[in-house]
């Protein structure tokens, strides 16, 4: 399979203060990128997605930076709130309509 | 319909026993995806649907494993002769034709004794 990976297998954040998640792919040919969020006991929720042709998305307090020459993405969120505290995975579309999934990270928000 | 549902929540089996998962997808989603997650790792893609049409299967979906989407709308998991291996969160997610942003259930996690 394809190879996706997350530099920081945990995150701890000041409430409050911004966070930044990043993420390593391996496959030139990926178009599409999805982050998201999962809390314990629940399956993963898409956060925010983007496409090869940008560079950068923004949505409600997240965006998504992707930089295609180092194959690397991050998903910055801002204000960070203890409802953040979560797992994040990045997902890569692969072969057909799978996506390739990172291991994670772990972010701790502190009160 | 406010999600993608998913039964059991839980289930525990002996080895050796058979099991079968039901989801629910959300219902105007012709996609739906069948994934697997080990504890610490990010989801595996074990299979996919367009309407009652299986499209992909993955190497990990065994001899073992079937699913079926017969009527298009719910889908089965069934895991026979269950091995301690397949002990993980087997997560459904459906998605309208032509996104690719899924929606998750969430999960039946599977316990093998």
């Known amino acids: 399979g394809e190879s996706v990976g997350l530099h920081l297998p945990t995150l701890s954040v000041q409430e409050g203060d911004n966070s930044i998640i990043n993420c390593a792919y391996s496959?030139?040919?990926?178009?599409?990128f999805i982050w998201y969020k999962q809390e314990s006991g629940k399956g993963p929720q898409f956060i925010i997605d983007i496409r090869s042709n940008m560079d950068k998305r923004q949505g409600q307090r997240v965006t998504v930076l992707l930089n295609k020459t180092v194959k690397h993405l991050s998903l910055q969120i801002a204000a960070t709130q203890p409802g953040d505290s979560a797992v994040y995975f990045c997902a890569e579309n692969g072969i057909g309509n799978q996506f390739y999934f990172g291991t994670g990270t772990s972010l701790t928000v502190i009160p | 319909d406010t999600g993608v549902s998913q039964d059991p929540r839980h289930k525990i089996t002996k080895r050796g026993q058979n099991v079968t998962f039901r989801c629910d997808p959300i219902s105007e989603h012709n996609r739906l995806y069948w994934y697997r997650q080990t504890l610490g790792q990010g989801p595996e893609f074990l299979t996919y649907?367009?309407?009652?049409?299986?499209?992909?299967k993955s190497r990990l979906l065994s001899d073992r494993f079937s699913a079926e989407r017969p009527k298009g709308s719910f889908s089965t998991l069934e895991i026979q002769r269950t091995e301690q291996g397949d002990s993980a969160m087997y997560l459904c997610?459906?998605?309208?034709?032509?996104?690719?942003?899924?929606?998750f259930g969430s999960g039946t996690r599977l316990t093998v004794v």
């Open positions: 997610a459906s998605s309208p034709t032509g996104e690719y942003g899924y929606t």
């Open positions: 496959n030139s040919a990926s178009d599409y």
């Open positions: 649907f367009q309407n009652e049409a299986q499209l992909e």
